[in-house]
C-alpha cells in the first residue's frame, strides 16, 4: 500500500538479506520509523511488544525470526527452542504458531550445509502467500461492497474495528483490502473507523493508513457504532480475526463482540475476513481459545501528542486503580454472517469452511 505515495510493506529482508525490516507501528502515526531485527530475540521483542501487529504479520515475522535464530546457531535443537520461545509472544494469534510449525518442519527437512538459505526462502513464501492471500480476499469481499452499492445506490459505510489493514499484514490487510479494492475500482465508500480502545489500533493505525491511501473515513469512540447502526449509518461491518475456530466462532480485538451484537440486532451483515492460515483446524469452541491479557498499563495510561506537539504518555485512571486487560474476544458463529477468505465467501460453519478448505478436514 502507500506511504507518502509510495509501495510499502510492512516487513522485508533487508537488501544484504543478513537481516529483517520492520515498520515500528508504535511510533505511528507521529512518525515514520523503520527498524531492524538483527537476531531472533529482536523478532521476539518486535512481535511481544506490538512493534508488528495483526495475526498474519505476526506469523510472518515469527518465521523471519526463526531464520534469523539459524544464522546464531544451526543445532536443530537450538532452534526448536527459539520456536518455542518466539511462540510464547503472544498466544492468541494462531498465525504465529502456523508459521513456527512450518518453519520447524523446513528446519528437520534441511542438510546442515543449506539450513539457513532454506529457511530464508520459507519466510519469503510465508511472505509472498500472505500478500497473495490477503489481495484475494479483497477480490472477493469487494464484490460484496459492490453489490451493496448496486442495490443502494449511494456510498457503502462501512464500520471496521481494531487495526485489520495492511499494517496488520504484509500488504492490502484482511478487513481493509475489499476496502481498498472497492476504493480502486472507485466504489464510493466511507469507512467508520473504531478507536479501539485501550491501544488505539483504529485510531492510530487504521485511519493512519487509510489517510496516505486517499480513502475517506471518520474515527469515532468504540462505543458509537451501535447508535450509527441504529439510525441507517452503517451498511456493512468488516473485520479481521486473531484466530478462527473451524466452527466459524471468531477472536478478535476486544469490543468484537459487541460490535456483532449491534449489527445483528440491526439486521446489518457482519463479515470476518481472514486468510486460511487463522483458522485453527483443533479448536471447535471458540471459549477454548486462549485470550492474551496485556499490561495494565496499556488501559491505565494514554499515548499521544500535546498541544504544543510533543508526544508524551499520560495516566488516565486514579492512582492505585485495579485494572483488567483482556485483549480479545470471541464473536459465536451464530452472529458473523459470513468469512471472507483467499478461496471465497463462507458462512460461519464448520460444514462451509470445510468445503473451502477440504484438505484441511
Known sequence: MKVNGKSTQTIWLSEDKQNVQIIDQTKLPFEFKVVTLNCFEDAFKAIKNMLVRGAPLIGVTGAYGVFLAAKENQELKFIEDACDYLNSARPTAVNLSWALNRMLQK?????????????????????????????????????IIKDLYNKKKRPINILTHCNAGWLATVDWGTATSPIYKAFNDKIPIHVWVDETRPRNQGSFLTSWELGEHGVSHTVI???????????????????????????????????????????????????????????????EDGKNIPIEERNNEEVSMIRGKNKIGIIEEIQIVPDNTNVKNYAFDVTPSKFVTGIITERGVCSASKASIANLFPEKV
Open 221 to 283: 469512540a468504540d462505543n458509537t457504532g451501535g447508535h450509527l447502526m441504529q439510525n441507517g449509518q452503517v451498511d456493512i461491518v468488516i473485520v479481521g480475526s486473531d484466530r478462527t475456530t473451524f466452527t466459524g466462532d471468531v477472536c478478535n480485538k476486544i469490543g468484537t463482540y459487541l460490535k456483532a451484537l449491534s449489527a445483528h440486532d440491526n439486521k446489518i451483515p457482519f463479515y470476518a475476513a481472514l486468510p486460511s492460515s487463522t483458522i485453527d483446524w483443533n479448536i
Open 107 to 143: 528446519a528437520f527437512d534441511s542438510k546442515p550445509f543449506n539450513i539457513i538459505e532454506n529457511l530464508c526462502n520459507e519466510a519469503n513464501k510465508i511472505l509472498e502467500e500472505d500478500i497473495n492471500f490477503c489481495e484475494n480476499i479483497g477480490k472477493y469481499g469487494c464484490e
